[in-house]
């Protein structure tokens, strides 16, 4: 596969999470979304467009395709030396500029948090990685397990509710056929 064709593919792809994704919040949304133009977009601080913290360095994307999360490699401004973190869906905003021509459209990426929260988002490593890879299936096994508990807890629960239902029938059907054998005709 070409280079464009990953590009092109990573595009669809980001373009419909964005779309779907309700940690993302625009100020109209434009419909189609640009996974280069996202990536090395700047970030910067809840209500502070006056400093740049750092920029996109990278997109997570979950099983289902949908935006994660944000990998953003801080600006030395913040004093972190380039270090990188992981900022999850719902802790930020993108913001479109001039989004009416694909030569100069830009995106700018607001975090919904200050300073301190912003150097308290883990870090973009490899230990993260595992552990999140890790966390992730363990939360899907238990979800899985829960759900056929579930199954399992209803379907035992129909079951007896039919049965008492029928006997409570064959209950009254017993004591109709009972009355009648006892009246005289």
């Given amino acids: 596969m070409s280079k464009m064709n990953r590009k092109q593919i990573l595009g669809a792809i980001t373009a419909t999470t964005l779309l779907s994704t309700t940690g993302l919040a625009m100020a109209s949304p434009q419909g189609l979304y640009s996974a280069d133009e ?11 467009d006056s400093k740049v913290i750092g920029e996109v360095e990278d997109i997570l994307l979950d099983d289902n395709m949908q935006v994660a999360a944000l990998v953003v490699e801080s600006d030395e401004a913040l004093g972190l030396n380039e270090q990188q973190y992981v900022v999850q869906a719902g802790k930020f905003t993108l913001q479109t500029e001039q989004g009416d021509n694909p030569e100069t459209l830009e995106y700018r990426i607001h975090v919904s948090m200050d300073e301190s929260q912003f150097k308290e988002q883990p870090q973009y490593t490899t230990d993260w990685w595992q552990d999140t890879r890790k966390s992730a299936a363990a939360a899907w096994d238990e979800t899985k397990n829960t759900a056929s508990s579930a199954w399992q807890d209803t379907r035992k629960a129909t079951a007896n509710a039919l049965t008492t239902a029928g006997n409570a029938i064959s209950g009254t059907a017993n004591d109709t056929e009972a009355k009648m054998s006892d009246d005289p005709q």
């Fill in 38 to 48: 996202l990536m090395d977009a700047e970030v910067y601080l809840q209500n502070d």
